[in-house]
């Protein structure tokens, strides 16, 4: 029979190369699983991570597997098998990670994604998450990377970073008008699904000190729908909880889909796409403090600059405290509840080393984490106030000024 990952590869394989209708046809007269090319087809059917066989673990095993879940997103049905429950799961991919038999994998959204690339009448944009940087090789910069995307079918490629400037803004602004107090706090980070879902419901009497904000990759996604009416939105990053974010009811008409960037190298390896080799198409202007939202310690970082340029005179300043891995996020927060933290910045990221540690990242998190610092460092701008091309896309959206952020701000505002 063929397996799941078999049937991804000749499905994502025959999109690319425009003859899917013709594939299916052939696959249906052969012996697979149905499950699994229902998933394919329609992933927003399901949970951001899917079982793909009948689990081979003892009881034992199984009851351990259900308690990998900080979110109870797991359970057994009548087989005996887990199943994942799609209201509750955040993408975390503990679960994947703790399968013994190898059930568990991170749901495709790569087939849907190409068909409204192929098919849609309105611009398609790629939004790239700040982790992006020499993923793909150290050879390909963002032009060509954005040139490769457009050779694809997208309209175009838009660094999520600019956003995270825009964010980074808002973060800022917010410190400065809620922490008046040495006892005040504010817990950050916005761009990660997984923290704020632990914070919602874990820790949700500590919601109050979260600003609402959304993430980079709603506020790219919302910005360009305004610009673009009927644009077409795909975010693409190292992360399987943005596929679960991007469900969530009130930031569901931001992005369209969500890719990681294993499933969109397997679009360009398909396509035989020599990223190194393609012309370069430079737009982005983001500032060093929206690139390094990729690593930990980024967000407290480029908050803390923006706090004191736009409140230079200002004696409360950030004082962060970071972590990074859901262990370390729990800990952090218990010794907050504990009274055994004086920080009034708290930055919390799911993954070890921030984005650059997200479980689709193709590189190492270490050197994911150098080469950001160094795209940040190459950045002709060092916080986003200095950045004339934030100032014209805020005014753009209708921001007459930067304080507007807070005033008068639906697209960058979430509701909690």
């Known amino acids: 029979m063929t397996t799941f990952n078999e ?4 499905l994502v394989k025959a999109s690319v190369e425009n003859r899917e209708p013709q594939e299916l046809e052939k696959i249906r007269e ?19 991570v899917l079982r793909i066989g009948e689990c081979a673990c003892s009881d034992s095993e199984k009851a351990a597997c259900e308690g990998k879940c900080l979110f109870d997103a797991l359970y057994r049905d009548e087989k005996g098998n887990v199943q994942i429950n799609k ?21 495709r959204d790569i087939l849907p994604a190409l068909a409204a690339v192929h098919e849609a009448k309105a611009p398609v944009y790629a939004m790239i998450a700040p982790a992006f940087i020499s993923q793909f090789s150290k050879d390909v910069t963002p032009g060509k990377l954005r040139t490769a995307f457009k050779m694809l079918g997208f309209a175009g ?26 006892t005040d706090f504010q817990l950050t980070s916005c761009c990660c699904p997984m923290w704020i879902a632990m914070i919602r419901k874990v820790y949700h009497e500590l919601m109050p000190h979260v600003p609402g904000a959304v993430s980079p990759m709603a506020a790219c996604g919302r910005a360009i729908k305004v610009l673009h009416p009927d644009a077409l939105t795909v975010f693409i990053g190292p992360c399987i909880a943005k596929k679960a974010e991007a469900r ?7 992005t369209d889909f969500v890719l990681t960037f294993q499933e969109i190298q397997d679009v360009f390896e398909f396509a035989n796409l020599n990223l190194a080799e393609l012309p370069e198409d430079e737009r982005d202007h983001s500032s060093r403090a929206g690139r390094i939202y990729a690593r930990s ?6 908050v803390q ?87 014209e896309l805020l005014h753009r959206l209708g921001f007459d000024t930067v304080e507007s952020l807070i005033e008068n701000s639906d697209i960058f505002t979430r509701k909690f």
């Open 30 to 48: 052969q012996e697979f699983d149905p499950h699994h090319l229902d998933c394919l087809l329609n992933p927003e059917k399901y949970a951001p």
């Open 7 to 10: 049937l991804y590869e000749r």
């Open 305 to 391: 600059s923006a706090s004191k340029r736009l409140s230079p005179d200002r004696k409360i300043t950030v004082h962060a405290y970071q972590a990074d891995g859901v262990p370390a996020c729990k800990a952090m927060i218990n010794d907050l509840l504990a009274g055994k933290i004086n920080a009034n910045f708290l930055e919390g990221m799911g993954c070890v080393g921030g984005c650059v540690g997200g479980p689709k990242a193709l590189i190492p998190r270490e050197e994911g984490r150098e080469n950001v610092n160094q795209y940040g460092e190459e950045a002709a701008y060092q916080t986003p106030i200095d950045n004339p091309y934030v100032i």
């Open 248 to 254: 969530e009811p009130d930031v569901s008409e931001s």
């Open 157 to 182: 490629m838009v660094e999520v970073a600019l956003f995270a400037d825009i964010l980074t803004l808002k973060e800022a602004l917010e410190f400065n008008k809620n922490i008046v107090k040495e």
């Open 297 to 302: 310690g980024g967000v407290s970082e480029a």
């Open 87 to 107: 209201d509750l799961c955040v993408g975390c991919s503990e679960c994947i990670e703790s399968c013994q038999a190898k059930k568990l994998t991170a749901s």
